[in-house]
């Protein structure tokens, strides 16, 4: 246990070091809303999640985000030293077992997600503990409650993230190999089931937070049916992992590679050697875990229908990784123990300078690892969501209405609104729910002062002209593009900083009104430095809207053919974002002076 303890201390100690002490791009301004408010996220509510993330809002710890980040600190170095005990007791080699335990630690992907507020870090804990206890039933298959807790297991699992129902084929496996034993005793499978329901008794607390109004109350769930359509995901489209056609198909095989990819070179290979190994001389677990891996990952990430050729999707169907590699992750171990036997093979017999030999690659690799990934995984100094989302409302001006859209844009601005309450009197409008009848009578609920002229946001009575018309004595600014193409005689985009502010078609401004407020927005801006973005996340799409500001402005001045003043605006652009394309094919067809 002392080695197993130090393994979970080292991984606390560089997750804690590394951890976001602030709010990041994803679902991360979600999550921590709703765990400080006791909201309600977003389908399939994830209630066990909130009620423990809520637990750790109370930690007496600054700054506020550096609280619930903690839990995914703690459940990452929790599934470390769960993986650790399972893998011990399957090779019964500690230091075989130890080595995977920080190797898996350190792999990227899983070392990323360990970092900041998700319901994925949780969701590994459970299934790495459930594993663990299925591995120990194994052993003693007359033992009831090892079962029964594995159910309750699942059961929390699925109160927590449904994928964990993707592991129901190898349970069914052991269950078929324990068959003598269950038909002996068939009440087992009757406790097991209500173990399993008994553990999705943290749904029970979704009504109940929709009851209480809270600050973020996806759905607002009031009924039986409401309550069925938030479990099913009916928002997106039950069984579809993203409902967006324009994010959906591409190449399977990019998937499954992306997946494979996901392991790294020495992970990939250890588990490669462990599942040689565990078929030689356990088996059972290597067929437990073939199967496991099978539905969790290949088939899980071909079913997804993810589009790896679109943006940043490998950002969105990555975290569904995680639990592949922790299914895996035991396989090292055997893997380590199978190195160690060939270096024997090769020493002729000297045992302890073969172990000492792998031992040192092992070291290596974990020392080269933490050094290679530490600048790219640390999330410590990242505040671009917080600055962001300050910067936006910094640009409106008071009693602004913000119509926005994008989950990068609007879950950063209602975090800090929500739990921090920075610019009340902004009134934030998510566009990409403003079609679903819930949201439209949460609007009415939260903000009488905002005039909503229609019953249904359908696009033909219910217009974004109808809705602008209506709160025409206030500022409305818009991030992302408008649901329907009803302003285009009525009003037009005034280009102000990282806000296009909505103006009747006779009111004007002029360019050097513009090009002097933006100029002053942009001085005023916390503009993120490029070399420390996340690269394949949101982190991008955020640095561009922060360049646009200054394209926009050129591109004024371009069609009033004031080249030079174009010229300095699209360079001013492009120092910001290099990679911005437009900017550079603008200044590419700029006549020269």
């Known amino acids: ?73 703690v459940c990452g170095a929790a599934t470390v030293g769960v993986c650790y005990l399972t893998a011990w007791r399957l090779t019964t080699n500690r230091w075989a077992s130890a080595g995977m335990a920080i190797l898996l630690a350190i792999n990227p992907l899983f070392w990323k997600w360990s970092l900041a507020i998700e319901v994925f870090p949780l969701n590994n804990l459970i299934a790495a503990t459930m594993i663990y206890v299925l591995v120990l039933w194994q052993e003693r298959p007359t033992q009831v409650r090892l079962l029964v807790l594995a159910a309750f297991l699942g059961g929390l699992g699925m109160s927590n993230h449904q994928t964990i129902v993707l592991l129901v084929p190898a349970v069914l496996y ?32 979704l009504p109940w937070a929709a009851a209480q109004r809270p600050p973020l109350n996806w759905g607002m769930i009031s009924s039986l049916d409401d309550l069925a359509a938030h479990f099913l995901r009916r928002d997106y489209g039950t069984g579809q992992l993203i409902s967006a056609p324009e994010y959906q198909g591409g190449s399977a095989i990019a998937r499954v590679a992306a997946l494979l990819n996901s392991f790294g070179l020495v992970n990939g290979t250890l588990t490669a050697l462990g599942a040689v190994l565990a078929y030689r001389r356990l088996r059972w677990y290597f067929w437990f875990a073939t199967v496991g891996f099978a539905f969790a990952g290949p088939l899980f990430v071909i079913y997804s229908n993810v589009n790896l050729s679109v943006g940043v999707t490998l950002f ?12 895996m992750a035991p396989l090292m171990a055997f893997g380590l123990v199978f190195l160690t036997e060939l270096a024997v093979a090769g020493l002729r017999g000297r045992r302890s300078a073969a172990r000492a030999v792998v031992a040192l690659g092992a070291a290596a690799a974990v020392l080269g690892g933490v050094a290679f990934n ?43 609104q929500a739990v921090e309450q920075l610019r009340p009197d902004v009134t934030l409008v998510m566009l990409g729910l403003i079609r679903t009848d819930w949201y439209m009578r949460q609007l009415r609920e939260r903000h009488p002062d905002l005039v909503l002229p229609f019953a249904r946001f359908d696009s033909i009575s219910g217009t974004t002209r109808a809705l602008v018309d209506a709160n025409r004595g206030r500022p409305i600014g818009v ?18 900083g990282l806000v296009l502010q909505l103006l009747p078609m006779s009111q004007d401004v002029t360019l050097d009104e513009m090009a002097s407020e933006n100029d002053r927005l942009l001085g005023s801006y916390r503009l993120p430095a490029i070399d420390q973005l996340k690269m394949g996340t949101f982190e991008n799409a955020i640095l561009e809207q922060y360049a646009m500001s200054a394209y926009r402005v050129g591109n004024e001045y371009e069609h009033a053919q004031l080249y030079d003043g174009a010229r300095q605006w699209y360079d001013r652009a492009l120092s910001i974002d290099p990679a911005l394309g437009p900017a550079r094919w603008r200044l590419s067809q700029i006549p020269q002076s």
């Open 316 to 327: 969105v169907l990555e975290r569904f990784f995680l639990l592949s590699l922790v299914v």
């Open 374 to 416: 530490y600048r790219m995984v640390d999330q410590s100094e990242n505040h671009l969501a917080r600055n962001f989302a300050s910067d936006v409302l910094a640009t409106l001006e008071p009693g602004s209405i913000l119509l926005a859209g994008g989950d990068e844009t609007v879950l950063p601005i209602s975090y800090l």
């Open 174 to 205: 052991l269950l078929w190999r324990q068959r003598a034993v269950l038909l002996a005793r068939p009440r087992m499978l009757a406790f097991c089931a209500g173990a399993c329901a008994l553990g999705l008794i943290p749904y029970l607390y």
């Open 1 to 73: 246990m002392v080695v197993g303890g130090a393994v979970v201390g080292a991984s606390a100690i560089l997750y804690g070091a590394t951890a976001a002490r602030d709010i990041v791009i994803g679902d991360s301004p979600e999550f921590a809303t709703v765990a400080f408010t006791l909201g309600v996220a977003h389908p399939p509510g994830y209630p066990l999640f909130t009620l423990i993330a809520h637990l750790f809002t109370l930690l007496p710890v600054e700054p506020l985000p550096f609280r619930v980040n903690l839990l995914s600190v």
């Open 479 to 496: 991030i992302w593009a408008a649901p329907d193409d009803s302003l285009k005689t009525s009003y037009w985009y005034y280009s102000r």
